[in-house]
């Protein structure tokens, strides 16, 4: 259910589990229970709530030698500071993370640690650090490719360089258009689809592209080609309305309720 955007009853559903895996005495379910609702908790908003679950967290398994749900505590950990504007703490946790997933060799847990370096270096208003992050992000394999990449794209004002944005904005939407595509023919030839969390964050992805789109600066498109501004202009709508149909399929009310105030 939390896949599907219902962080509520996955909050309580890893309640449940977690006083199952203390009266078995399964520290590894204990803490991976005490992680995802720590995870929850930052979905619904309750950033502090979900800290006082990861900070005790985070203490017991410092002795422990580095595991991927170690790394998801670290990640998970850093990006809970950065919402509270901890900032150096932030930093810290999610370097630490990031070290702790290459000497693993997990890419896609490497990917999340270099984009969510990027957020909080965005926060501390070091553009060019978070720029290499995102662009580092880009390089790796894992789910996050076209989040980096749109994060860069926003990035591009605060550096100075609208100049790059309308060719930023082609290729971008180039490659949602071939996601879509192959989207489209794994459905046609009956195989498996990705699963539901990994849709649901493409259908966040495409409206946030979107809403960033509608934001921008007009003199931003008129530095484009006209086909592009049509094209760009054009298939806003149609995003939007796909991806809240998509988010009404999942059962995601909250990817519903984004794409509708968009």
């Known amino acids: 259910s939390f896949a599907q955007g219902d962080a509520q009853s996955a909050m309580r559903y890893w309640q449940q589990a977690e006083e199952k895996y203390q009266q078995g005495a399964d520290d590894l379910g204990l803490w991976g229970s005490q992680l995802n609702q720590a995870k929850a908790l930052q979905t619904l908003g309750f950033y502090r709530r979900s800290q006082a679950l990861l900070a005790p967290l985070s203490e017991t398994l410092s002795s422990q030698p580095a595991s991927l749900l170690k790394v998801n505590v670290w990640l998970t950990h850093g990006q809970g500071l950065r919402l509270l504007g901890e900032l150096p703490q932030s930093e810290r946790y999610l370097l ?39 662009a580092e992000a880009m390089t790796l394999d894992g789910p996050l490719q076209l989040t980096s990449q749109l994060r860069q794209l926003q990035l591009l004002p605060a550096r100075r360089l609208e100049s ?99």
Do not use: C
């Not at 993370?97 to 909080?120: C, F, I, K, R």
């Open 96 to 134: 630490e993370g990031l070290v702790m997933a290459q000497g693993l060799e997990d890419a896609p847990h490497q990917q999340a640690a270099h984009l969510y370096l990027g957020n909080t270096l965005v926060a501390k208003e070091r553009w060019a650090a978070a720029a290499a992050h995102y």
């Open 164 to 262: 790059q944005i309308p060719v930023q904005i082609q290729v971008l939407v180039s490659r949602l258009e071939a996601a879509a595509s192959d989207e489209a023919s794994d459905e046609a030839s009956d195989e498996a689809s990705d699963d539901v969390a990994t849709v649901s964050a493409r259908t966040y992805l495409k409206m946030d592209f979107a809403r960033w789109l509608l934001q921008t600066s007009p003199t931003v498109f008129s530095q484009a080609s006209l086909s592009l501004a049509d094209a760009v202009e054009g298939g806003l709508a149609g995003w939007l309305q796909g991806a809240i149909a998509q988010s009404q399929a999942l059962g995601d009310r909250t990817a519903e309720s984004y794409g509708g105030a968009t």
